[in-house]
């Protein structure tokens, strides 16, 4: 509700539900076990909610809201530690991926970029942000464990966004996920409109 008085793009329960249900998908597929998923998928859920307090710094303020909410279940302390820490280094302006439930994370919300992420608003009101995400029309991650490959492919329309709009807001977030891809013992790849950008 902040975020969208604010005018950013959508970080609501659908952006949640995607990263929760990606990260799980991303471990599954390299094979990692249901203990390890089941804290992805909470670190998934949580991991925006501290929009809730500033949207500079949500990653940290996340953290720890995130864990005054999980100190008070029966989850052990070591899966608390991975869901916080993930948390507290999804942002691509400071954050690392140190293990799978980071890095599944990251990748899962790093590449949620869509159409429907952009606020219903009059297009002479889109900023960047709006835009780069408005022009791609179609998004799908592929995970090819036998390959060790994770590819983003894109289709974008470049009468809405240039290439160079694009790497301007996605080349940290891009430079991220490749790092989070090694932590999975995997390489990230990028696709735009059929051809290999990354
Ligand atoms: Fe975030
Ligand atoms: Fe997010």
């Known amino acids: 509700m902040i975020l969208d008085a604010l005018g950013y793009t ?7 539900k995607l990263v929760a249900e990606r990260a799980a998908d991303l471990l599954d597929s390299f094979g990692f076990g249901e203990d390890v998923i089941r804290l992805a998928k909470i670190a998934g859920f ?20 995130a864990n005054e909410i999980l100190k008070e279940t029966d989850l052990a302390l070591q899966d608390r530690v991975h869901i916080v820490s993930a948390i507290a280094n999804h942002d691509e302006s400071y954050g690392v991926a140190s293990d799978p439930v980071s890095a599944a994370l990251i990748i899962a919300d790093k590449t949620d970029v869509r159409r429907s992420r952009v606020r219903p608003k009059d297009p002479i009101l889109f900023d960047v942000h709006d835009r780069v995400n408005y022009a791609v029309t179609a998004t799908e ?24 709009e694009y790497f301007d807001i ?3 977030r891009m430079t991220m996920c490749s790092h989070a891809a090694r932590i999975l013992d995997a390489q990230f790849s990028l696709k735009v409109n059929g051809q290999k950008v990354l």
Do not use: V, W
Request: proline content about 4%.
């Open 10 to 16: 959508d970080h609501s329960p659908a952006h949640t």
């Open 141 to 164: 991650l592929g995970c090819a464990p036998q390959e060790k490959r994770i590819t983003l492919c894109l289709t974008i329309d470049e009468r809405i966004c240039t290439m160079y």
């Open 46 to 65: 949580m991991h925006d909610i501290g929009n809730a307090i500033s949207r500079h710094h949500h990653a940290e303020y996340g953290a720890l809201l």
């Open 170 to 172: 996605f080349l940290a």
